[in-house]
C-alpha cells in the first residue's frame, strides 16, 4: 500500500510540477493586441530552420549568416519603414521530427512574422504537416529545396517556391545535352528518393535516354559506395555523366572517379555543384575542371555584376575570411526578395498583407537571379530557369562563351525555351524602396 | 507489499486524466505540443522499462520498433483508409510481430551482444524504406489523423487534438502496462532478471518468457511510433534516428528502469532539457551551435551521473531510503 | 571479373579498418569486461586532434602519431575516472549487467557534443598522405591504390606488434586475468588496475589509427557527424563478434570477411541494403556459430 500510494503520488506531484512550470513559462504577449504577432515598433522577427550542424549542414550552415548580413546592412540603412528586421536561427540537424520542434517554438515561442528559406525537402513537408503553417497563416517563403510539390498552392497555400524544381532543371539539362552533346553514351547518377525521383520525370519527360542510371541512398554515400558507382558508369562505357545529387554525393563521386582514372564529361546538378563545398570535401579542383555546371545566380566571381560585387563586400564586412561562395549567394539574395516583400507589404505588414504583396508586386520585385520571380496569385514558383558553364581550372563556375545563355521551362510538359529576359537594373545601393 | 484494488487504480488513472484534461485548457500551444512530446516519450520509455527493469534484457534499437509501428500505422491508414484507432492498433501488431522476432534472436543473446545486435538494427532498419518505393523513399509518408472534431470548437487547436491522443493512449498503455507487470509473466520476469539460473531451476521457461517481454515490449514500442507519427505528420527514416533509440534508453534510465513510476521524470526531462539549456545559451547570448549540441552533452553527463550513482533511478532510491529510515507515508 | 576483383579490393580495404575498429573494441573487452560503445566518439575525437596537429605540422604520420598518444591518453582517462568507479558502484542492482553499457553511450554523447563545440559541424580535411589514384594493369585501373596498399600495411603492422606484446610479455595474460578474475590475479601479483589502464590506452591509440584511417581511405573530408563512423562502430563491434570478442586475430578475420561481404552487397545487390547487411550478418553468425569464428563455446553469455 505504501509504495505504491507513494509512486503516485510522485507522478501527481510531478504532473503538478508540470503545470506550474509550464503555466508560469508562458511568456506575456510582448506585442500589442493591434499589431501583428512578429512585428513590434522597433523589430520585424523572422525565423529560419535548416541543418546548422550534422552530416547535411556542410555549405547551408553558411546560409543564415549571409542572410543576417543582408538584413544587418539594411538596418544600418534606416531598416524596413523603421524597423529591424532580425533573423531567428533554429538548428534541426536536417531531422523532420526536430524540423517540427523547432518551427514550432518558431511561431509559437519566438512568435515570428514569418519562415524565411527552411531547408529540405523532408523537413518542409513534415512541417506542413503537423504545424500546418498554411492553416495558421504564417508565411513560408522561399524554401530552400528545388522540389516541384511546394509550388501546389492547395496543398502548401502559404509556401513560396523560389528554386528552379528538380523537374525543370532535369529538363533544361537534357535540352543543353541535346544541344552541345548530341550522340554520347549518357550516365546518371542520382538521389534516390523524390529529389531524385522529380529530375528522373523531368529527363523522362524529355526524352534522355541513359545508358547507365545509379541511384544511391540518402545518407549512403562516401568515397566506398562511389566505388560502386563509378564502376556501374565505366562498364557502361558513359561518355557523359550526370551527378544529380547533395554536394557530399557530387564530391564522392568525382573524388573515385579520379582515383580511378574515369574522366567523362561530368554535369553537375545545381544542389550539389558548389565548388567552395566540393573542394572542402577533399577533391582538387583539376578534378572540377571543364565539369558542366548550371545555375540562375551570376558566377560567384562575376565581380563585373552589380549584385555580386555588392553582396561580396557586405558578406566579406559581415564575415571576414569566410569564402563568398553560391550558398551564400543564395542566401544572400533570399533575404534581398524578403525585405521587398516586407516593403510591399505596407507601413505595418501583417501575415495576410505579406502573402498578398508577394502575390500581387512578387514578379516585379528585383533580384540577382538572371530571370524573373513568377509570382502571381495563381503561381507561387519562384524562379524558372538555369544558365550553364564549365568549372574554370581553379573551380569557379563560369558561363559558356563568357556570357550567360538562360534556358527556361516549367514542372510539366511545357518545352525548354531560350530566355530573353533582361535584368533591371539593382536598386541603388542594393536597398530596394 | 499490499497492492491497490483494480477500482482504486482506475480512479486514480481517471483523476490523471481529468487533471491532464484541465492541464491542456490552461497552457498555450507550444506546450500542449510538447505535453504530445512527453506522452509519445512516456510511452516509448516504458517499453523500454518493460524490456530492460523487468526482464534484464538490453535494447539500443528501440528507435527502430517505433519506426515498425509508424509506418505500419501511416501504411495502413495510405492504403486501407483505416480509421485511426485502426490504424494505432496495426502499429502495435506490426511493432508486436517485429519484436516478437527480434524476441527469438534476443533469447539466445545476453549483455553486450544484445546490445550490439539491436545496435545494428537501429541503423539498419531505418534505410530499408529507401529499398521499397512503397514505403516512401527518404521523404516518407504522410500521416494525418485529422482535425479535432468541429464539436470541439473552432479555436480547438490541432495540437491540443494530438495532446488529447496521445495522452488517452498513454493513460491505457501504462494501466495495461501495470497490469501484465503484476501478472503471473511480472513475477517470472522479476525472477529472471534476478537470476536466470534461478529462474530455470524454478521451472520457468527463460527462453520463451523473455520472447514474451520483447513482443510486448515492441507493440508498446509501436504504439509510441504511431503517436510520434501522429505529432509530426509523417514518418520517414530520417525521423527515427540511432539518436531517439539514445534519447529513450536515456530517458529509462533516468526515469528508472524498475519501476513505472518515474517514467513521467524521464520523459519530461527529454523534452525539458533542450528548451532549458536552450534557453540560457541564449541569454547568455551564444550561437546556435551551442544551443543545439550542449543539450547532448548534459544529457549525456546525466545519464552517466545516474547510472553511478542512481543507478535504480530516483523513484526508486527514494523508496529505498525511506524504507531505510523505516518512515511511512 | 574485373568489377570482382574491385570489389573484392574495396572489401578488403573496408575490411582491414573495420578489423581495426573491432581489435579496438576486444581490447576493451579483454581487460574490463565492458562493451564500450563510446568508442566512435573516441576514434573521431582523436582524428580530430590529427586533424588539429596537421595545422602545427604538416606530416600526416606526425599527425598520426599524436592522435593515437591522444586516442591512448583519453581511453586511459576513461578507465580511470568513469569505469572504475561505475564498476564498482554498480555490481548490484537492476541494470549492473548493462550498465557499463549505458554509460558508454553517455559518454558517447558527450564526447560527441564536445568536439563538435570545439571544431564545430562542418566538413574538415586530413589530406591522404599517399595518392589514391589506383594502380593500372594495362588499361584498366583498379580501386587499389598506394594509400589502400599503406593502409593494409599499417593494420597488418599494427596486428603483429599486439600479437608481438601479448605473445612475447605477460601483458596478455595479465590482461584475460584481470578481466576475469580480478581478485585472483591481484593476489597472483598482477597489478589489475594498471593493467586495465593499459588495455585501454592500447584500445584508444588502435582506435585513433581506425579513424585517422578511415578519413584517408576517402577524399579525406568528415565532420563531427560522420555518418561512417557510427557505421565504423557497428561494423567493428559486428567485426569483434564474428571473431569471438576474445581473440586479435579472430577480430582481423571478422573484420576481413564483414568488409568483403557488405563490399558484394553494395556492389551487386542494392546500395540501401547497405546499412542493413551487417545486422543481417551479425544475426546470421549469431544463429549459425554463436561462438564466433575462433571463440570458445559458452562465450555468449558475458
Known amino acids: 500500500m505504501k509504495s505504491f500510494n507513494r509512486r503516485k503520488l510522485i507522478s501527481a506531484s510531478a504532473i503538478l510540477a508540470v503545470t506550474a512550470l509550464t503555466a508560469t513559462a508562458v511568456p506575456a504577449n510582448a506585442f500589442s493586441p493591434k499589431s501583428e504577432v512578429g512585428v513590434s515598433q522597433t523589430e520585424i522577427k523572422l525565423g529560419i530552420t535548416l541543418p546548422m550542424t550534422g552530416a547535411a549542414s556542410p555549405g547551408y550552415n553558411k546560409v543564415p549568416a549571409a542572410m543576417k548580413a543582408y538584413f544587418d546592412y539594411v538596418n544600418a540603412n534606416g531598416g524596413v519603414n523603421g524597423r529591424k528586421v532580425t533573423l531567428v536561427v533554429k538548428d534541426d540537424q536536417y531531422v523532420p521530427t526536430q524540423a517540427v520542434a523547432k518551427t514550432n517554438e518558431l511561431i509559437l515561442k519566438d512568435r515570428v512574422l514569418a519562415l524565411v528559406a527552411p531547408l529540405g525537402t523532408a523537413n518542409n513537408k513534415a512541417v506542413a504537416a503537423s504545424v500546418n503553417p498554411g492553416k495558421r497563416g504564417v508565411p513560408v517563403l522561399f524554401v530552400n529545396t528545388g522540389f516541384s510539390g511546394f509550388a501546389d498552392q492547395k496543398k502548401f497555400p502559404t509556401t513560396y517556391a523560389i528554386l528552379p524544381s528538380y523537374v525543370m532543371e532535369a529538363k533544361i539539362m537534357a535540352e543543353y545535352i541535346k544541344d552541345n552533346f548530341a550522340g554520347k553514351t549518357i550516365g546518371l547518377v542520382y538521389q534516390d528518393d523524390d529529389f531524385g525521383t522529380d529530375a528522373l520525370s523531368g529527363f523522362k519527360s524529355a526524352g534522355v535516354k541513359f545508358a547507365a542510371t545509379v541511384g544511391y541512398a540518402s545518407g549512403s554515400q562516401s568515397a566506398t559506395t562511389a566505388a560502386g558507382w563509378v564502376t556501374k558508369l565505366k562498364a557502361a562505357n558513359c561518355d557523359v555523366v550526370i551527378l544529380f545529387g547533395v554536394s557530399s554525393a557530387t564530391a564522392a563521386g568525382l573524388g573515385t572517379a579520379a582515383a580511378l582514372k574515369y574522366a567523362p564529361q561530368w554535369i553537375l546538378g545545381s544542389v550539389g555543384g558548389d565548388a567552395t563545398t566540393i573542394k572542402a570535401s577533399g577533391v582538387p579542383a583539376g578534378v572540377l575542371y571543364n565539369a558542366v555546371g548550371a545555375s540562375f545566380l551570376p558566377a560567384t566571381t562575376d565581380t563585373s555584376d552589380e549584385y555580386v560585387s555588392l553582396f561580396q563586400s557586405i558578406y566579406s564586412k559581415a564575415v571576414p575570411g569566410s569564402a563568398f561562395d553560391n550558398n551564400v549567394l543564395v542566401g544572400m539574395n533570399s533575404a534581398f526578395v524578403t525585405v521587398q516583400a516586407l516593403k510591399a507589404a505596407g507601413a505595418n505588414p501583417t501575415r495576410a498583407s505579406l502573402l498578398a504583396a508577394i502575390d500581387s508586386k512578387g514578379s516585379t520585385f528585383a533580384s540577382a537571379a538572371l530571370l524573373p520571380l513568377n509570382y502571381s496569385k495563381t503561381s507561387h514558383v519562384g524562379y524558372n530557369g538555369y544558365w550553364f558553364g564549365k568549372y574554370s581550372p581553379t573551380g569557379d563556375l563560369k558561363p559558356d562563351g563568357g556570357k550567360y545563355t538562360l534556358y527556361t521551362t516549367d514542372s510539366g510538359s511545357g518545352a525548354v525555351v531560350k530566355s530573353t529576359w533582361k535584368r533591371p537594373a539593382m536598386p541603388a545601393k542594393g536597398l530596394p524602396n | ?329 | 571479373m574485373f568489377q570482382f576483383i574491385n570489389t573484392l579490393l574495396i572489401g578488403i580495404t573496408s575490411g582491414a579498418i573495420y578489423a581495426l575498429m573491432a581489435l579496438s573494441i576486444v581490447l576493451v573487452w579483454r581487460s574490463t569486461r565492458v562493451i564500450n560503445f563510446a568508442q566512435a566518439g573516441q576514434a573521431l575525437t582523436s582524428t580530430f586532434i590529427g586533424f588539429q596537429t596537421l595545422h602545427y605540422i604538416n606530416s600526416f604520420w606526425v599527425a598520426l602519431l599524436v592522435a593515437m598518444i591522444g586516442g591512448a591518453l583519453i581511453s586511459a582517462l576513461i578507465e580511470v575516472t568513469l569505469m572504475r568507479v561505475l564498476l564498482k558502484h554498480s555490481s548490484s542492482g537492476a541494470i549492473a549487467g548493462v550498465a557499463p553499457i549505458i554509460a558508454t553511450l553517455g559518454l558517447l554523447e558527450v564526447l560527441q557534443g564536445t568536439i563538435t563545440l570545439i571544431w564545430g559541424g562542418a566538413d574538415v580535411l586530413i589530406a591522404p598522405p599517399l595518392s589514391n589514384v589506383g594502380f593500372t594493369i594495362g588499361t584498366n585501373t583498379l580501386v587499389f591504390s598506394p594509400m589502400k596498399l599503406a593502409i593494409i600495411i599499417i593494420v597488418l603492422a599494427l596486428l603483429a606488434l599486439l600479437s608481438l606484446i601479448f605473445q612475447k610479455t605477460s601483458i596478455g595474460l595479465s590482461l584475460r586475468a584481470a578481466a576475469y578474475s580480478p581478485e585472483l590475479a591481484r593476489l597472483a601479483g598482477v597489478r589489475v588496475d594498471a593493467v586495465r589502464t593499459l588495455g585501454w590506452a592500447l584500445s584508444g591509440a588502435t582506435g585513433a589509427v581506425a579513424g585517422l584511417l578511415l578519413v584517408s581511405n576517402g577524399n579525406g573530408s568528415f565532420s563531427t557527424a560522420s555518418m561512417e563512423f557510427s557505421l565504423l562502430l557497428i561494423s567493428g563491434f559486428i567485426a569483434a563478434v564474428i571473431g569471438g570478442l576474445e581473440s586479435v586475430l579472430g577480430a582481423v578475420l571478422g573484420g576481413l570477411a564483414l568488409g568483403i561481404i557488405t563490399s558484394f552487397v553494395l556492389m551487386y545487390v542494392s546500395d540501401s541494403l547497405f546499412f542493413i547487411a551487417p545486422f543481417v550478418i551479425l544475426l546470421l553468425v549469431l544463429f549459425i556459430r554463436p561462438q564466433g569464428i575462433l571463440g570458445k563455446k559458452g562465450g555468449r553469455r558475458a
Open chain 2, 1 to 329: 507489499m499490499h497492492k491497490l484494488s483494480n477500482k482504486v487504480r482506475i480512479l486514480i488513472f481517471i483523476v490523471i486524466g481529468f487533471a491532464i484534461y484541465l492541464l491542456s485548457n490552461n497552457v498555450d500551444e507550444l506546450r500542449v505540443y510538447q505535453g504530445a512530446q512527453v506522452a509519445v516519450y512516456v510511452v516509448g520509455i516504458a517499453s523500454i522499462i518493460l524490456l530492460t527493469g523487468y526482464s534484464g534484457q538490453v535494447s539500443l534499437g528501440q528507435g527502430a520498433l517505433l519506426g515498425v509501428g509508424g509506418y505500419a500505422a501511416a501504411l495502413s491508414q495510405l492504403k486501407w483508409h483505416l480509421p485511426i484507432p485502426a490504424t494505432f492498433a496495426i502499429a502495435i501488431l506490426a511493432a508486436a510481430g517485429a519484436g516478437a522476432l527480434l524476441g527469438i534472436a534476443a533469447a539466445r543473446l545476453s549483455g553486450p551482444y544484445l546490445a550490439g545486435a539491436t545496435l545494428a538494427l537501429a541503423v539498419g532498419l531505418p534505410s530499408i524504406a529507401n529499398q521499397f518505393t512503397v514505403l516512401g523513399g527518404e521523404q516518407g509518408l504522410f500521416f494525418d489523423v485529422g482535425f479535432p472534431p468541429s464539436s470541439l470548437g473552432a479555436d480547438f487547436t490541432q495540437y491540443k487534438w494530438f495532446f488529447w491522443i496521445a495522452s488517452l493512449a498513454t493513460l491505457l498503455a501504462i494501466f495495461w502496462l501495470q497490469n501484465v507487470m503484476r501478472s503471473r509473466y511480472g513475477r517470472t520476469w522479476k525472477a529472471i532478471r534476478g537470476s536466470e539460473v534461478a529462474a530455470e531451476l524454478a521451472g520457468v521457461n527463460v527462453a520463451r518468457a523473455k520472447i514474451l517481454a520483447f513482443t510486448l515490449s515492441a507493440g508498446v514500442a509501436g504504439l509510441a511510433g504511431a503517436l510520434l507519427a501522429m505529432t509530426i505528420g509523417t514518418v520517414s527514416p530520417s525521423a527515427f534516428p540511432l539518436a531517439l533509440s539514445f534519447s529513450l534508453l536515456t530517458g529509462a534510465v533516468l526515469a528508472g528502469v524498475t519501476t513505472l513510476g518515474g517514467v513521467i521524470i524521464g520523459a519530461v526531462t527529454l523534452v525539458a532539457i533542450p528548451e532549458i539549456v536552450g534557453s540560457i545559451v541564449n541569454r547568455a547570448g551564444a550561437s546556435e551551435a551551442i544551443a543545439s549540441n550542449l543539450p547532448h552533452i548534459v544529457v549525456g553527463a546525466l545519464l552517466i551521473l545516474t547510472v553511478v550513482f542512481v543507478p535504480n533511478g530516483p523513484v526508486e532510491q527514494m523508496r529505498s531510503r525511506r524504507l531505510k529510515n523505516g518512515t511511512s507515508l
